[in-house]
C-alpha cells in the first residue's frame, strides 16, 4: 500500500486540480482559442509545463491536451476522477460496507482525494459529503 501512495505522489508532482465548476478549457491559450471541453470542480490533470501569459498547457486522463487559466487551477490538493462506467460509494473502505447514497458514481464524476487505505480511496465532493470507492475505479492526478 504504501508503495501505491509513494508512486501516487511522485507520479503527481506536476498534477493539479480545476477549482471552480464550469471552467472552459481551450485547444490553444487565449480567449479566442476554441473551446475544447468545459469541466466541473476537482476535475484532475497533469500540467504539461510552466504558465503562458496566464495559461497552463494540462492533459487529461484520456491523454487529451488543453489549455486553462492559471487562476483556476490548483496543486495544492489532489483530485480524481471516475473511469468506469458507474461505481458505489461505499460509508467505509470494505465490499461489505453500505452504499452511502443510493445512486452510482458516474463516469467523469469528479472528487477531491482525501486519502488512500488498502485498496480504496477517500473522496470529498463539492457538497463536502465523503465516501470510499474503490482505488482501481479512479483515476488520481
Not at 53 to 81: A, M, N, R, S
Not at 91 to 114: H, R
Amino acid at each position: 500500500m504504501l508503495l501505491i501512495l509513494c508512486f501516487l505522489l511522485s507520479a503527481s508532482l506536476h498534477a493539479g486540480c480545476i477549482t471552480n465548476d464550469g471552467v472552459v478549457l481551450k485547444a490553444h491559450f487565449g480567449k479566442k482559442a476554441a473551446t475544447s471541453w468545459q469541466v466541473r470542480r476537482y476535475t484532475p490533470f497533469k500540467r504539461l509545463g510552466e504558465t503562458y501569459k496566464g495559461w497552463i498547457h494540462i492533459k487529461d486522463f484520456e491523454g487529451q491536451k488543453h489549455w486553462v487559466k492559471q487562476k483556476y487551477f490548483t496543486e495544492k490538493y489532489h483530485c480524481l476522477i471516475i473511469k468506469k462506467d458507474s461505481t458505489p460509494i461505499m460509508v467505509s473502505p470494505t465490499v461489505k460496507s453500505n452504499q452511502k447514497f443510493k445512486q452510482l458514481a458516474e463516469k467523469y464524476e469528479t472528487f477531491k482525494f482525501i486519502k488512500i487505505k488498502k485498496n480504496w480511496v477517500q473522496i470529498k465532493d463539492a457538497h463536502g459529503d465523503t465516501g470510499w470507492v474503490r482505488l482501481r475505479d479512479v483515476w488520481i492526478d
